[in-house]
């Protein structure tokens, strides 16, 4: 399975420490990548980074703020400095805000836009010397339902989202030529620290499980095997393309 294979690939997922970042590192780990994982938690981070290590990879863990542009670039300094070099970037990082429109402040909004997505552009722009210097690099993006979805209730959650799936299109286009592959990654409802208040929420759990077509929300870990398929040479001519992940929620 040479075609899926990351030996000799470094990989940096910001919030790799928690939830789906998680369970993309263990799977790029696992598939022979050195990982960095950069998120602010320390303790979620050592504790991740064990994990890493048990699986007899490289890890390095960084604390990193996505909203601080010298984090960044101080992560990817680092990790050039560690693994000797910087192949893939998984921008993951994310959070939400609900209210209403007409409830959400503008401190909200920026927050979550600079966040899920600001930091989108500013990490990928922050990486694209190393990766066309080197002759390319792959970089994923997560998305969400919400990226095809409205929602009343997490506005402007959706608003980057969306955003996350027009970005990831425009940098494909702005570099492939120099051998870049930008794709995103869309999961549906997952389990994760994001997603507990909605799994204890017994109505809405079974209003997303019923309507799920697998019957269940998915595992960070089954987001792995796509996570895989973009950081390697299996899809280096696919690119601008969003890969759905969700048991079936979006088509049903
Ligand atoms: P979690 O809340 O479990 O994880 C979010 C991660 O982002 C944490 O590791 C957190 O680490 C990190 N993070 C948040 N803010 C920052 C910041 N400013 N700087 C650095 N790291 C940050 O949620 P998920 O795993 O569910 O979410 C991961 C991504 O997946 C998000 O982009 C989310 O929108 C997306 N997603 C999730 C879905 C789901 O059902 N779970 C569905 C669709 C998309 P720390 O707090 O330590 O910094």
Not at 60 to 79: A, Y
Request: charged residues 20%; contains cysteine; aromatic residues 8%.
């Amino acid at each position: 399975m040479k075609l899926f294979d990351l030996h000799g690939r470094a990989a940096i997922v910001t919030g790799g420490n928690g939830g789906i970042g998680r369970g993309l590192a263990l799977a790029f780990a696992q598939a022979g990548a050195d990982v960095c994982i950069a998120a602010r938690s320390k303790s979620k981070l050592d504790s991740t980074a064990a994990e890493i290590e048990a699986l007899g990879a490289n890890c390095l863990s960084i604390e990193c703020d996505v909203n601080e542009l010298e984090d960044l670039k101080r992560t990817l300094e680092l990790t050039k400095e560690r693994f000797g070099a910087c192949h893939i970037l998984v921008n993951n990082a994310g959070i939400a805000q609900q209210a209403l429109p007409q409830d959400l402040t503008d401190e909200q909004w920026d927050r979550v836009i600079d966040t899920n997505l600001t930091s989108v552009f500013r990490f990928s722009r922050t990486v694209f010397p190393t990766f066309r210097d080197q002759g390319g690099g792959k970089i994923i993006n997560i998305g969400s339902e919400y990226s095809l979805f409205g929602s009343a209730f997490v506005p402007g959650y959706s608003a980057s989202k969306g955003g996350v799936i027009q970005l990831t299109k425009s940098l494909a286009v702005a570099w492939a030529d120099v051998n870049i592959q930008v794709n995103a990654i869309i999961p549906g409802w997952i389990t994760s620290e994001m997603t507990g208040p909605v799994k204890e929420n017994v109505e809405m759990f079974q209003a997303i499980v019923s309507r799920t077509p697998a019957g269940r929300f998915g595992e960070p870990e089954e987001l792995g095997g796509a996570g895989i398929f973009l950081a390697s040479a299996a899809s280096d001519f696919v690119t601008g393309q969003s890969i759905v992940v969700d048991g079936g929620y979006s088509v049903s």
